[in-house]
């Protein structure tokens, strides 16, 4: 009995901790994932890979947790956005949609 007890709260503890350890990450920690494919602060150079800097807030909310849920499908975007929370989501898309991106000529 005695260690079913300590099993019980060393499950619940380890999900405290991991909770308390994404919750601690910040949006522009998060978003250091998608330097690789969507470039430093979420503009792109990869032909083909959208810019995230400066897109709408919700669009990017919206657009990750389709990726993360499977009504939107992409190879590389829908194995990333799996392990996300909606607080993951949140931050990041925050983080991106601060940016504001000045359009000029070539």
């Known amino acids: 009995m005695k260690s ?4 019980s709260v ?9 909770s308390a350890l994404s919750a601690e990450k910040t949006g522009a920690e998060i978003a250091q994932s998608c ?17 995230l800097a ?3 807030e919700i669009y990017l909310v919206n657009q990750l947790r389709h990726f993360r849920d499977g009504q939107r499908q992409h190879e590389q975007m829908s194995v ?13 898309s925050a983080w991106f949609a601060q940016f504001e991106v ?3 000529k070539r």
């Open 10 to 18: 060393a499950l619940v503890f380890s999900a405290l901790t991991n």
């Open 80 to 92: 990333i956005a799996k392990p996300l929370t909606n607080a993951d989501i949140d931050k990041v």
């Open 102 to 104: 000045e359009l000029k």
């Open 35 to 51: 330097t690789m494919c969507h470039g430093e602060n979420g503009l792109s150079k990869m032909p083909g890979t959208p810019s």
């Open 54 to 56: 400066g897109q709408s």
């Open 4 to 7: 079913v007890i300590l099993f």
